[in-house]
């Protein structure tokens, strides 16, 4: 009978080349715990602990945040969506710095030639670091004007392969905890509900870079048309994008169960005194 391996935290430590301080934050913060302890209550990190420090890891390197990659994993992710999004990150990492390396020479040849590299050059160095980002959705191009599209998608092309995480696992589960609270009585000045209306308008800010008439037109665009929203395909700012469930009650809601969860979220971003927060504050309102 083969024994299953065990790693005590400072063998994890310094096979995944974390600090032991880093393993013992994420032990109190729940994002990962060890499932057995040493007789003496020492942390004893299993097979199973090292498979989800994996996907945390590679999570973070797509530049999610903790909060984020928490939500994600408690929601559930596919492991073979993530390797693939790893090992095609990996991928464009080593195409990208390939051709940055060639044109990094072609500049050495000529600077050690003594002449002065072309323009051409340069800018062709300057590209080696760029992308373009995707199309926007049918319902968002009713919406938004074509410089807003562009401010989405830019700033979807920018996040990569995180954008995935942050808009189909994290956005729909931050909306599906808001509805339960709501069907559950839960009033919409609760610090739990306020919690979800906030980080949701930080993805908000996210993905539109603060502008306030992207962030205008994405709201529109979820209440006039939030069945397509929630299914439509291509950039979809928001929850439910893509083949991601809906938001709220969930994908294919109608789309007055939207607006009433809609409404109850803008509620939780009301101030206690019934002034609603002004720009600038956590609680401002840049999705809807």
């Given amino acids: ?11 994890l430590a310094e096979a995944s080349g974390l600090t032991v301080r880093t393993l013992h934050h994420w032990d109190t913060i729940g994002l990962l715990s060890p499932s057995r302890r040493t007789p003496g209550g020492h942390r004893e990190y299993t097979e199973d602990d090292a498979a989800r420090l994996y996907q945390v890891l590679a999570l973070r390197g797509l530049g999610l945040g903790l909060e984020t990659i928490a939500t994600c994993l408690d929601s559930g992710i596919d492991p073979l969506r993530l390797v693939r999004d790893h ?10 710095l390939e051709a940055l390396r060639g044109r990094l020479r072609r500049l050495e040849e000529s600077l050690s030639a003594g002449t002065a590299p072309e323009a051409r050059d340069l800018l062709a160095a300057l590209k080696a670091l760029g992308r373009t980002g995707p199309t926007a959705d049918r319902a968002l191009r009713r919406h938004l004007d074509a410089d807003q599209l562009q401010v989405l998608a830019a700033r979807g092309a920018a996040l990569g392969p ?8 994290e956005w729909p589960e931050l909306y599906r905890r808001a509805a339960r609270l709501r069907e559950a ?10 919690r979800l209306a906030a980080r949701m ?6 993905f539109s870079g603060g502008d306030a008439g992207v962030s205008a037109g994405v709201r529109a665009a979820w209440r006039a048309e939030p069945e397509e929203m929630a299914g439509g395909g291509g950039s979809g700012f928001g929850p439910g994008a893509g083949s991601s469930p809906g938001p709220g009650p969930g994908s294919g809601s ?6 009433e969860l809609a409404d109850y979220l803008d509620r939780a971003r ?4 019934g002034l609603p927060h002004t720009p600038g504050t956590p609680h401002t309102k840049d999705h809807p």
């Fill in 162 to 169: 995180a954008a995935h995480y942050l808009l189909e696992v």
């Fill in 185 to 194: 009585g839960v009033p919409p000045t609760d610090r739990r509900v306020r």
């Fill in 254 to 259: 109608a789309p007055d169960a939207w607006r």
């Fill in 1 to 11: 009978m083969t024994t299953a391996t065990t790693w005590k935290v400072g063998q």
């Fill in 270 to 273: 009301t101030e206690p005194d």
């Fill in 87 to 96: 090992l095609a990150g990996v991928e464009e990492s080593l195409s990208a």
């Fill in 201 to 206: 308008d930080e993805l908000g800010v996210l």
